[in-house]
């Protein structure tokens, strides 16, 4: 499945979300001031995959303080760990909370900039993902 199909896929149904309303520079600011041992990311055109798991998966990801919920994201405005924008996209580990349009997963935060959407899906199809050469899962 090429990228764009994905998308599509994606988006289609999707609820509409407001992220952080700041400008890209002053975003990384806050960031920068509230950064703590977690890198962190600042994200536009992102969208947040309720992922669809059986009841035994969604235990054990409560057991570790997870929810079965993941972030994709197209544009990385910033990133701590290279200091600077990188191409390409990304897509999260699940998520530990969702704080303010700030989505923090184990080891990462992930400031979410401007529109963005919500949707649930299967696992089948957020692994997907890892198939398409435009996406790759962040390891945090």
């Excluded at 609820?15 to 977690?38: N, S």
């Excluded at 536009?44 to 993941?70: A, C, F, N, Y």
Aim: include cysteine; hydrophobic fraction near 40%.
């Amino acid at each position: 499945m090429e990228a764009a199909q994905l998308a599509h896929f994606f988006l289609d149904g999707a609820e509409h979300v407001e992220g952080l309303p700041l400008a890209d520079d002053e975003l990384v600011e806050v960031a920068k001031k509230r950064f703590g041992a977690k890198p962190f990311c600042v994200i536009r055109s992102w969208i947040l995959l309720d992922v669809m798991v059986s009841d035994k998966d969604e235990r054990t990801l409560e057991d570790q303080g997870l929810h079965p919920t993941v972030m994709l994201g197209r544009e990385i405005v910033f990133d701590s760990r290279t200091q600077g924008s990188r191409p390409g996209g990304l897509r999260s580990s699940f998520m530990h909370a969702l704080v303010e349009s700030v989505f923090e997963s184990k080891d990462t935060l992930y400031y979410l900039a401007g529109p963005g959407f919500r949707k649930y899906t299967s696992l089948t199809a957020v692994l997907t993902l890892d198939n398409v050469g435009e996406v790759t899962q962040d390891a945090t």
